[in-house]
């Protein structure tokens, strides 16, 4: 789950795959505004069929916070 999250993230970001940990903060640490989360996130709920709830929008403050959520609703 985490690599197919690292690869939508340095996709949308324009940035090298290595930079992405899980413990990377989306926007202090990669660099991400509000338009590139929200595009972000939105690709991620085509790729994995599924929809976030906007009361979780603002709870993914790191790579793994995305992760998390993801492995919690594809059970």
């Given at each position: 789950m985490f690599e197919q999250v690292k690869a939508a993230l340095a996709k949308q970001l324009r940035?090298?795959?290595d930079k992405i940990e899980p413990s990377s903060k989306i926007k202090?640490?990669?660099?991400?505004d509000s338009l590139d989360v929200?595009?972000?996130?939105?690709?991620?709920?085509?790729?994995?069929?599924i929809?976030?709830?906007?009361?979780?929008?603002?709870?993914?403050e790191t790579v793994q916070d995305i992760?998390?959520?993801?492995e919690k609703v594809k059970k």
């Open positions: 940035i090298s795959e202090d640490d990669l660099g991400a929200l595009e972000l996130l939105m690709d991620i709920e085509e790729k994995f069929g929809t976030i709830p906007d009361e979780e929008l603002g709870r993914f992760v998390s959520f993801l």
